[in-house]
């Protein structure tokens, strides 16, 4: 077994881990992140002030139409001419976040506008406010709609944070570099960063489709 | 009780209400009927300020809706609305649709809420589905809800906007029912949108007639039905009886 060597995963074990441990929080750390901002572009996006709906839209149609490294190298090779030094990681999650953000505020805005006018139209006709008719009515519906859109994104997060180890981010795949320079014996190190990874998306993809289950018996 | 006064109102280039002038008076009951387009749903939706107006005048219980710093949340408390489509709120169940405003938006307490829900629900006839999903419900019952919850809320004037109109022929006796039972024991103050004809003619006070954003003719049910002054009103109506 010259090209694959079974045992290299249990004698980089250490580096192995250290990666996937820093892959979990940049993806926990980006995934609240860009949820959050999402929301907030989102609620840009519809709010009932020109301002903001510029600014929302500006934001999604810059980001999410140019490549992830070009974010990513704004921060970690753009920032420092402007005077502000971040390392790979911080930078790498930062650029993850801002990218995945512009996905998230599309899927939400859609899943609100897809819920007919009607429904806010009877909530603030019987004196409900928007904040209570967005919390009450409309946010608990387009949750139902968002939620897979959102699952996908997020799978698609965890597997984008691979992007770190081009700024040397110490996520799993830049760990993965380091093994591989040592041992030459990339069939083997890659194919168990790939486990590496599944074991991370796959039962992530399943918690969407158990939610979305959920949501479904809640509704009838 | 509401008073319209020369009350434009324009969707973009599109002249929807022209120099509308009416007034109606507590206890009324007014039946708009017109041709399709003819801004019938319109006026009825500016009396909650669902629609507001592009110029004009217009008072509903003594407070100016044309004033943009009124308090609109308070204001839509006194008046309910059904719509043509329900617009029932499918991820909560029936009871849970009537007792949402009455906790919200007056604060009672979620036990007194649900009394007064289950009173009304069993006003319109189906106290036993208040456990039910609105999507396990026909669409006359999910309309009889829709009245039930803009009754909970005790309002002076409840507006109705085609109540019928998106109902199988067979639901619309019960719904109508429900609605003349309103008119002629709570004599409450309603403004009905219908097409209709047997029922207007029935339950209506005054009836407006309007065609191209106009109020033509304003006239008893009597007067209408017997003998429309107007030609417009003469060809709609025969229209609606020889089809």
Known sequence: MGNFDVMLVFDHWDRYMAGFINTIQI???????????????AIFRIAPLKPLN???????????????????????????????????????TLGLTVYTASFIAEAIRAGIQAIPTGQTEAARATGLSYLQTMTHIILPQAIKIVLPAIGNQFINLVK????????????????ADLINSDTFLPLTVYTFVALFYLVLTVPLSYAVLYMEKCFNIADN | MIQFKKVNKYFGPFHVLKNIDLQIKEGEVVVIIGPSGSGKSTLLRCINRLETLSDGELVVNDVPLHDKKI??????????????????????????????????????????????????????????KAYNFPSQLSGGQQQRVAIARGLVMNPKIMLFDEPTSALDPEMIGEVLDVIRSLA?????????????????????????????GQILEVATSSEFFGSPREERARTFLSRLINH
């Open chain 2, 71 to 128: 308090n609109i949340n308070q204001f839509r408390r006194d008046i309910g609305i059904v719509f043509q489509h329900f617009n029932l709120y499918p991820h909560k169940k029936v009871i849970d649709n009537i007792i949402l405003a009455p906790m919200k938006v007056q604060h009672l307490k979620k036990e007194d809420a649900k009394k007064t829900a289950m009173y009304y629900l069993k006003r319109v006839g189906i106290e036993d």
């Open chain 1, 160 to 175: 984008n944070s691979s992007i770190l180890a081009v700024v040397a981010g110490m996520d799993l795949m830049y760990y």
């Open chain 1, 27 to 41: 993806s926990i750390i980006a995934l609240i992140g860009s949820f959050i901002l999402g929301a907030i572009i």
């Open chain 1, 54 to 92: 510029w600014f929302g839209t500006a934001y999604v149609e810059v980001i999410r139409n140019i490549p992830l490294l070009i974010v990513v190298f704004f921060f970690y090779l753009g920032l420092p001419s402007l005077g502000i030094e971040l390392d790979g990681f911080v930078s790498g």
């Open chain 2, 184 to 212: 002629h024991n709570d004599g409450m103050t309603m403004v009905i949108v219908t097409h209709e004809m047997g029922f207007a003619r029935e339950v209506a006070d005054r009836i407006v007639f309007m065609d191209e």
